[in-house]
């Protein structure tokens, strides 16, 4: 073979590849043989017919398509050799330059290269954030209105009732081919909010249930209302609306004591005390997860700023592909799928995948390949005890949330057995190589000598994973 390299600037190299008459002819005699199994031949058995017939019953060209791919897998290995490439993916035919003698244009996708710069000189503070009482109070105030009882009430509205309404809403002044109804009038059962309560998350806008003090069931009230430029829904971001409301019943809501009788009716705690500890707890770990996850999604967006990633297309591809399988999971565990769920957003799927669905790819690729390098720069190696323990967890939360059962019936003992102990062994080095960076940052490895790069850059073994993807597509996506 005679090979001619061309790289090529979205990492991938063009090889131009002229291959011995002799060879090509043996491959298109196994391309014959090939399609005389698969294909049945007049007068012959499965695989016995001859080179001419064949050619003569399927013409060349087909002869030659299947040659061309069977010669391409065969001497693949030679090609990668001889042209000393490290790929990443299979070759395509980019071009038949000629089939006497046949030449080929080869395209070869690379391993990626990643160059993390200095990235042991990053510097980010690590402060998470205790848990502030009132949260907790908050989040039992919550819990508690959960357990009220209910009864109506012939009086004004006040502080913390219960109260069923219908609202329509309508621009004040809508432009041209604008729709005026913006709410369609709807029934709607609201808390109404106490001074000292954040108002952020009402509907439909903050503030609202305190415009409705001092009605009653019955009564009607018009109330505009303005919405800021950065207003959550984009349709009403600076316009002005007018809501119509009418009171349909007022109750009060009777809290319960919040005593040892209210821990045990809301689940298996001996008393109050016990509730509100395993409230802030989870509190606090739900807290310091979301510090956490911040936290590493500065630094690897520090370290990105300066450093270097190459990697060909179909890696993209490839993980845009993972993305929107995932995407199509959480619609499906909502009873949904993506072609209902485009209808409502009103885009097409190709617009969905380029302008959500690609940046995702792409962040989470990029940050793959940066935290693998950072785990193979640091010669980071799992403990046998701590894989073992993570195995056990994974069997855990897999039985709990019925994954294994499923998985299972689709796999063997020995395949299931393998996939487990590599998610093990992925979300633990995931786990151990955001420690070192934590480590790095905070200043604590200052005192040991920054690990040399191995010689040889242009490869390394892919050992870190995303624990659990970043998804951020849209309010379908399930939070990790």
């Not at 050619?55 to 040659?67: L, M, N, S, T, W």
């Not at 793959?368 to 403990?383: F, R, S």
Request: no cysteine; glycine share 4%.
């Amino acid at each position: 073979m005679k090979i001619e390299s061309e790289p090529r600037e979205d990492h991938q190299m063009q090889l131009t590849v002229e291959f011995e008459p002799e060879l090509f002819e043996k491959y298109k005699h196994q391309a014959a043989r090939k399609i005389a199994r698969e294909s049945k031949v007049p007068g012959f058995r499965p695989g016995k017919a001859p080179f001419d017939v064949v050619k003569r019953v399927f013409g060349e060209k087909a002869i030659d398509e299947q040659a061309l791919d069977l010669l391409i897998d065969g001497t693949y290995p030679e090609i990668i050799k001889q042209a000393d490439l490290k790929p990443s993916g299979p070759a395509s035919i980019e071009k038949i330059e000629s089939l006497d003698p046949l030449k080929l244009n080869i395209v070869i996708p690379l391993t990626p290269v990643v160059d993390l710069g200095d990235y042991r000189s990053i510097r980010e503070e690590y402060n998470p954030t205790t848990m502030n009482p009132d949260e907790v109070d908050k989040f039992i105030h919550n819990l508690q209105k959960s357990y009220a009882s209910v009864e109506p009430v012939e009086r004004p509205i006040q502080g913390s009732d219960l109260v069923s309404l219908s609202i329509v809403g309508k621009l004040s002044t809508p432009i041209e081919g604008e729709k005026e109804e913006v709410i369609k009038e709807t029934p709607q059962q609201v808390i109404i909010q106490t001074e000292d309560q954040e108002k952020t998350d009402e509907w439909p806008f903050p503030g609202f249930t305190q415009l409705l003090i001092g009605l009653s069931a019955g009564d009607e009230k018009t109330i505009s209302h303005t919405y800021p430029e950065d207003a959550k829904d984009e349709k009403l971001r600076g316009k002005d609306v007018e809501f119509h409301i009418r009171i349909t019943t007022v109750k009060s809501m009777k809290l319960p004591d919040l005593n040892d009788e209210f821990a045990q009716t809301v689940g298996e705690f001996d008393s109050f005390e016990t509730l509100r500890k395993s409230i802030t707890d989870r509190l606090e770990q739900k807290a310091n997860s979301e510090y956490e996850q911040a936290f590493y999604t500065r630094i690897v967006d520090k370290i990105r700023e300066h450093a270097s990633l190459k990697y060909p297309p179909q890696v993209l591809d490839e993980e845009v592909n993972r993305v929107l399988d995932r995407f199509n999971q959480d619609l499906a565990r909502q009873k949904r799928d993506l072609e209902t769920y485009l209808k409502l957003r009103k885009i097409d799927k190709q617009s969905f995948i380029e302008n959500e669905v690609k940046p995702a790819a792409i962040s989470q690729l990029e940050r793959y390949l940066i935290l693998n390098e950072v785990a193979t720069l640091e010669k980071l190696e799992l403990d046998q005890k701590e894989l073992g323990t993570e195995i056990t967890e994974t069997v855990n939360e897999m039985e709990q949330s019925g994954e294994y059962k499923k998985a299972r019936k689709n796999l063997s003992p020995q395949k299931l057995a393998n996939a487990v102990a590599m998610d093990a062994a992925s979300r633990l080095m995931n786990r151990n190589t955001l420690n070192r960076l934590k480590d790095i940052v905070t200043g604590k490895l200052e005192s040991i000598p920054a690990p040399q790069p191995p010689v040889d850059e242009g490869e390394s073994t892919p050992v870190v994973t995303e624990e659990k993807p970043v998804e951020p597509l849209s309010e379908a996506s399930t939070e990790q």
